[in-house]
């Protein structure tokens, strides 16, 4: 069960960051939607780390 959280956990990290690559690479990035991108990145970055 552990590894499955896990793994969701990680499959959700690898799309924000393909979501905050795609609006990074837009002509004109929304800031605060990479903001918000990047603070929920952390938020499961630090999730991974507790567990």
């Not at 939607?33 to 991974?48: F, N, T, W, Y």
């Amino acid at each position: 069960m552990q590894s499955s959280h896990i793994d969701a956990l990680k499959s959700k990290h690898a799309g924000l960051e393909a979501r905050l690559r795609d609006e990074q690479s837009r002509p004109a990035p929304d800031v605060g939607m990479i903001q918000q991108l990047k603070k929920r990145k952390l938020a499961l970055k630090e999730e991974l780390s507790s567990i």
